[in-house]
């Protein structure tokens, strides 16, 4: 069964601190991995899509990196915002139609001043 | 303002009622789907259409029902089937159905069974 896993399921910092979250998946074959982000009571935003050859991608303080040997992700947040806190997702598809992507449970990031 | 919206933003339901959310996309992508969202849970696919007058189950579509009658438009519909519908509803679009397309998703619509 294909599963995505993520860890930590909760994380508190401070606001200006780095952070990384992990994504553990099983999901064969392999086509890409996306990182989400979803603010409290609204629908997720993309903030990296990854392919089997990519080891990282960043978008602005967002780096995630990729190994698909060992079928692992992070997702490794720079100089943390308020505006950081939401729930991450990470999802994960296989070389077939997207109908068939599997998400995580998301890890919920909360920011404090 | 190109985009996908969902309405409405909240709807209470009560028992024996069925309901319909409303998804309209103006991105003019092929593919639409409709997920759940339950609290500390991952999205759970419900349905999703690759093509106008086309849709599949995803992988809870019992107590549900959807039809794409437009390319534009998406509606589900939770029936009195659907045992515990009180969840939050996401709908999304991409170009295709390729998984390589991007999904992007509406604001959500919460629905409470009283």
């Known amino acids: 069964k294909n599963q995505v896993e993520q860890s930590p399921q909760s994380l508190i910092i401070l606001e200006g601190k780095n952070c990384t979250l992990q994504?553990?998946?099983?999901?064969?074959?392999?086509?890409?991995l996306r990182w989400y982000k979803q603010d409290t009571g609204r629908g997720p935003v993309s903030l990296t899509i990854?392919?089997?050859?990519?080891n990282t991608k960043s978008n602005g303080r967002y780096t995630a990196t990729l190994d698909a040997d060992t079928k692992q992700s992070s997702l490794h947040i720079t100089a943390s915002q308020l505006s950081d806190s939401a729930s991450y997702i990470c999802?994960?598809?296989?070389?077939?139609?997207?109908?068939?992507?599997?998400f995580g449970d998301g890890t919920t990031l909360t920011v404090k001043p | 303002d190109g985009g996908i919206t969902q309405s409405p933003k909240y709807l209470f339901r009560k028992e024996g009622q069925n309901v319909t959310l409303s998804c309209e996309q103006n991105?003019?992508?092929?593919?639409m789907y409709w997920y759940r969202q339950d609290p500390g849970q991952g999205l759970r696919l419900i349905y999703y259409s690759q093509i106008v007058n086309d849709f599949q189950k995803g992988d809870i579509a019992e107590g549900y029902s959807v039809s794409r009658e437009k390319k534009e438009s998406f509606p589900l519909t939770v029936t009195s089937a659907q045992k515990n519908p009180t969840a939050f509803y996401l709908c999304?679009?991409?170009?295709?159905?390729?998984?390589?397309?991007?999904?992007?998703f509406g604001p959500g619509t919460r629905l409470t069974v009283l």
């Open positions: 999802v994960v598809s296989p070389n077939t139609n997207a109908g068939k992507s599997t």
């Open positions: 994504c553990n998946y099983t999901v064969s074959p392999f086509s890409n």
């Open positions: 990854m392919t089997f050859s990519e």
């Open positions: 999304a679009s991409s170009i295709m159905s390729n998984t390589h397309d991007t999904q992007y």
């Open positions: 991105l003019n992508h092929d593919a």
